[in-house]
């Protein structure tokens, strides 16, 4: 990753602040930008990250306004920044934040190390929160999400660097974290595009053979470890999601142990593998979760698997890759 800035962004940028620096003279909480190339941009930037920071402050406190900040992000990154505030009601707590802008294999830029604090309501747990800012080639905020902990972040990063799946990888981890974020403002419409139609979606302990089950699990071998399961359809699942997010403040879904694997036939076609904490007010687990993820649109990767299981299997496996057959692809 690497920041990439050239003159004609340094023009746009002078102009672009040069005629909101009024709003910059109000910031108190403060972003450095530490990244190499212009020191106008980098200053002119964390202005920028500064009074959005300071708006959400003041709107945690009922005194602000976030369409004071419209002017620095695009529609989509306005929205995602809308929602998240209105769903956590994050803020800061930290007077300077000294961070890098990094360039990502995806074309777009990002922020990572802004740790902020989430009104969780009654769902139990640490209410800090790592907030990423992507930016546009243009540096204008594209999207706002939480992170992933950095340790599995960058763990993915280099195996990716090794692998050469590097763009992938980004992708992947970018879903990954717009995936958990979305469960955090729960967000119902995102959740619903992110699966296909024919979703295979399984919950509880798996998983016992039966027939009638669809494609991908009648010609899965989930059917050999005989552990108890339930077969949801994508709108049985979403209209759970939906009771649950009515019922609760705010959900807190961690990741940990993340593998990503590549399917040995299908370049487009991944598993993630993760250890996945759900906290909530009402309801709390722990367990293991499976995606099969299609990338042939980069822009809309969309889930055909997703199953989870409170414990590994007895040999110390859990739901994998290898455990369903493509067809029709």
């Known amino acids: 990753m690497k920041l990439r800035i050239d003159k004609v962004v340094l023009l746009f940028f002078f102009l672009f602040f040069s005629l909101h620096a009024p709003l910059s003279a109000q910031i108190k909480t403060e ?190 071998t989930l059917g050999e470890n005989k552990i108890k399961f339930i077969r949801l359809s994508k709108k049985e699942y979403i209209e759970r999601l939906r009771e649950v997010f009515k019922l609760n403040a705010f959900v807190r879904v961690t990741f940990e142990q993340v593998e990503i694997s590549l399917h040995s036939k299908y370049p487009d076609i991944y598993g993630i593998q993760v250890k996945q904490k759900w906290n909530s007010s009402t309801y709390s687990d722990e367990g293991y979760l499976f995606v099969m993820m299609d990338f042939q649109n980069p822009e809309k990767p969309i889930i055909h698997v997703r199953a989870w299981q409170p414990e590994k299997f007895s040999d110390g496996s859990i739901v994998s890759l290898g455990d369903f057959k493509i067809i029709d692809y």
Request: glycine share 8%; no cysteine.
């Open 31 to 220: 972003v450095v930008i530490l990244s190499s190339g212009s020191d106008i941009i980098n200053k002119e930037i964390g202005s920028v990250l500064s009074a959005v920071l300071q708006e959400a402050n003041k709107v945690a406190t009922g005194s602000g306004n976030i369409e004071n900040v419209r002017q620095y992000f695009t529609a989509d990154g306005f929205k995602a920044f809308e929602d998240l505030i209105a769903k956590t009601g994050f803020f800061s707590t930290i007077a300077e934040y000294r961070v890098r802008i990094l360039e990502t294999t995806t074309g777009k830029f990002e922020v990572r190390g802004i740790k902020v604090r989430v009104n969780m309501g009654d769902t139990a747990g640490d209410d800090i929160q790592e907030l990423v800012l992507m930016l546009n080639f243009r540096f204008f905020i594209d999207d706002v999400h939480f992170a992933m902990e950095q340790h599995h972040y960058q763990r993915l990063i280099d195996e990716g660097q090794e692998l050469k799946d590097l763009f992938k990888r980004q992708q992947i981890l970018d879903f990954l974290e717009e995936f958990r974020t979305a469960h955090n403002r729960k967000d119902i419409a995102y959740l619903e595009k992110a699966y296909s139609d024919d979703a295979l979606i399984i919950v509880g302990k798996v998983l016992k053979e039966q027939e009638g089950f669809g494609d991908y699990l009648a010609s899965s």
